[in-house]
Antibody, heavy 123, light 108 residues
Framework: VELVESGGGMVQPGTSLRLSCAASGFIFSSYAMHWVRQAPGKGLEWVAYIAYDGNNTHFADSVKGRLTISRDNSKNTLYLHINSLRVQDTAVYYC?????????????????WGQGALVTVSS | SYVLTQSPSVSVAPGQTARITCGGNNIGSKSVHWYRQKPGQAPVVVVYDDSDRPSAIPERFSGSNSENTATLTISRVEAGDEADYFCQVWDSFSDHVVFGGGTKLTVL
């Protein structure tokens, strides 16, 4: 299993960014996926969830309305689009794979994580 | 929203047992997962569903969960166990993942 994030970098406040997570080594279309972020020196913060088929999504209250999570199962790729970026969005963004495939994912734990993509929001 | 509370730090001598706790309202009714994170690395699951261990994690790692506290126990602690440990649950009322604030394990 491999998860490789891309699309991070330094951006200005108020702009938008799209992160990608290329997945391999498992049946991507059978697993829900998440984005989790970690601000410098801080703990883990869950950001977003998308069901195995893309038909259900959930977002953390702190980012709701500014984020879109999507997936392309034909390309084995997960996406996170962040609008109206704020300094407080500065973090390493990880994509994470659920440990159980649909329909057995009730406990929602992560068995694999990507290496992370650093997003720095600064003027 | 559901809150998980962890002590910021735990210190233990090599060979001793470390216990890292995660408090939450009626957490015993939820499945708790634990992750280890070393500096500059992505988290790694060490215990899931309260007490299950991935095959790559040594038996020294174990978990329990009852009432308002879940516990990660690391027996015969080694220097390589020094890391940040995070607990995590799924809150089915809000359909949110919740992480604890993390506990830094220091091996003396």
């Amino acid at each position: 299993v491999e998860l490789v994030e891309s699309g991070g970098g330094m951006v200005q406040p108020g702009t938008s960014l799209r992160l990608s997570c290329a997945a391999s080594g498992f049946i991507f279309s059978s697993y829900a996926m998440h984005w989790v972020r970690q601000a410098p020196g801080k703990g883990l913060e869950w950001v977003a969830y998308i069901a195995y088929d893309g038909n259900n999504t959930h977002f953390a209250d702190s980012v709701k309305g500014r984020l879109t999570i999507s997936r392309d199962n034909s390309k084995n790729t997960l996406y996170l689009h962040i609008n109206s970026l704020r300094v407080q969005d500065t973090a390493v963004y990880y994509c994470a794979k659920e440990g159980a495939s649909y329909p057995y994912e009730a406990s929602h734990y992560y068995d694999f994580w990507g290496q992370g993509a650093l997003v720095t929001v600064s003027s | 929203s559901y809150v998980l509370t962890q002590s910021p730090s735990v210190s233990v001598a090599p060979g001793q047992t470390a216990r890292i706790t995660c408090g939450g309202n009626n957490i015993g009714s939820k499945s708790v997962h634990w992750y280890r994170q070393k500096p500059g690395q992505a988290p790694v699951v060490v215990v899931y569903d309260d007490s299950d261990r991935p095959s790559a994690i040594p038996e020294r790692f174990s978990g329990s969960n009852s009432e308002n506290t879940a516990t990660l126990t690391i027996s015969r602690v080694e220097a390589g166990d020094e890391a940040d440990y995070f607990c995590q649950v799924w809150d089915s009322f809000s359909d949110h993942v919740v992480f604890g604030g993390g506990t830094k394990l220091t091996v003396l």
